[in-house]
């Protein structure tokens, strides 16, 4: 396992993925993708480091319900909640959960990067 901390993005959008994954990236920084909620908690070792880059849109188990479930079984990751249509409803529960960022759709790049940075940090 590495020192450094991971962004573990989770998003069903494989170009989205993909996309948020490149640009991480090319920042230096470390990156997990998943492509479910599900993948995420199968995946997903509590011991690393790092922070979550959570769509809330997404098949199967949402966004929230993964963040809900992560705060229920003492999971501290910060999260960084990503949405197109995050309502005022949508912002009330995932701060509530312990969100640390909620960002909407499209989010401009450099405030993307800026935003990880300042939650590994």
Do not use: W
């Amino acid at each position: 396992m590495t020192d450094r901390s991971t962004v573990f993005v989770v998003d069903d959008n494989s170009s989205a993925l993909n996309s948020v994954c490149a640009l991480l990236t090319a920042f230096d920084l470390p990156v997990e993708p998943f492509d479910s909620a599900e993948a995420f908690l199968a995946g997903y070792d509590a011991s690393q480091r790092g922070c979550l880059l959570l769509d809330v849109q997404l098949q199967g188990i949402g966004g929230l319900e993964l963040l809900r479930q992560l705060r229920a079984n003492d999971c501290d990751l910060p999260v960084i909640v990503i949405s197109g249509n995050a309502d005022k409803q949508v912002v009330k529960v995932a701060t509530e959960l312990g969100a640390s960022q909620v960002l909407h759709k499209p989010v401009p790049p450099n405030e993307l990067v800026d935003v990880v940075k300042q939650t590994l940090h």
